[in-house]
């Protein structure tokens, strides 16, 4: 294993290797390899954590949410980063003095919520009921 680390080279980001195949780690071929399910579980669990740290390091107001409502906090974050998601500032406001009509609102007149269609509607439902959508 160190004899492969040394030759493959460790880049965390995909690259094209010297054949110009999309790899990334230590040398694997994620277009005829690509991930397993298993390994796709392991780092949406890393990206969820880091979703939720993001939120509870830049909104500590969050945490008092229901579930919910942090869940759909959460799925953007996860979809934006936590930067993207600070870009949100009527909807952070809304959300923070639990006016969940305006927050609703804000979310689906975004740029954002065109991109992402139904997933938008979706979570806007979410943050207006308190629901899991």
């Known amino acids: 294993m160190t004899?492969?680390?040394r030759d493959e080279g460790i880049r965390l980001t995909p690259y094209k290797d010297s054949r110009g195949v999309l790899s990334i780690g230590c040398g694997r071929n994620l277009e005829s390899v690509g991930i397993s399910a298993e390994e796709a579980e392991y780092l949406l669990g890393n990206d969820i954590y880091r979703a939720i740290s993001g939120i509870n390091k830049f909104l500590p107001w969050a945490a008092t949410l229901d579930d919910a409502r942090f869940g759909a906090l959460a799925n953007m974050a996860f979809n934006l980063?936590?930067?993207g998601l600070m870009n949100f500032e009527h909807f952070l406001a809304a959300m923070k003095d639990r006016d969940w009509p305006t927050a609703a609102r804000e979310m689906l007149?975004?740029?954002?919520?065109?991109q992402v269609g139904l997933r938008a509607h979706r979570l806007s439902i979410q943050v207006e009921t308190g629901i899991w959508q």
Not at 109 to 114: C, F, L, P, R
Request: net charge positive; proline share 0%; hydrophobic share 35%.
């Open 3 to 5: 004899q492969l680390r």
């Open 81 to 83: 980063g936590i930067g």
């Open 109 to 114: 007149e975004s740029k954002w919520a065109t």
